[in-house]
């Protein structure tokens, strides 16, 4: 505002906030976008939603935090992208996106796990969007010094 009235700036929007960018997690998650892929606006609507987690240079996975989320997520996937959840236990969906190896998918299972209800290793299904072949891994739940690497 001292600004506004140093430049004699009358009219401008209020300083009240509302702007994504301004929220930490919002905006290291476009930096983030920003370094590793080309933007499309489903991208900007995607990271609105969940936990984000970059596996490699190349892929991430997105992770609901409740049912809202997982809905919106499953809203968001594209053709092309794998889509995870938990077999046994309740659980969230995790949308991966980006060139995914078996390395890569190990590490999405076990964060997967770690947010599902399963303490031991928990059976996570995955597949291919919109109908690949279904597989699963079982994996343990990924512990949070480690975890704290991939988040975004």
């Given amino acids: 505002m001292a600004l506004a009235r140093d430049y004699k ?10 702007c994504l960018l301004t929220d930490p997690g919002f905006s290291r998650r476009m930096k983030d976008l920003m370094a590793h892929s080309e933007i499309t606006l489903n991208d900007i609507e995607l990271l ?12 991430k996975i997105i992770i609901g935090r409740n049912k809202e989320e997982n809905e ?25 996106r980006g060139d995914f190896d078996q390395i890569a998918i190990f590490l999405a299972c076990q964060i997967m796990a770690r947010y599902s ?36």
């Avoid at 997520?73 to 309740?90: Q, T, Y």
Wanted: contains cysteine.
């Fill in 9 to 18: 700036i009358g009219n401008y929007p209020c300083p009240a906030g509302g």
């Fill in 48 to 59: 609105k939603v969940g936990r984000h987690f970059r596996l490699s240079h190349s892929c």
């Fill in 117 to 152: 209800d399963g303490n031991n290793k928990v059976g996570i299904i995955y597949q291919r969007l919109p109908d690949g072949e279904k597989s699963l891994l079982r994996a343990k739940p990924m512990q949070n010094p480690e975890l704290q690497n991939f988040r975004i």
């Fill in 72 to 96: 919106r997520i499953l809203k968001l996937s594209k053709v092309g992208d794998l889509c995870f959840e938990p077999k046994e236990v309740m659980g969230p969906i995790g949308i991966g």
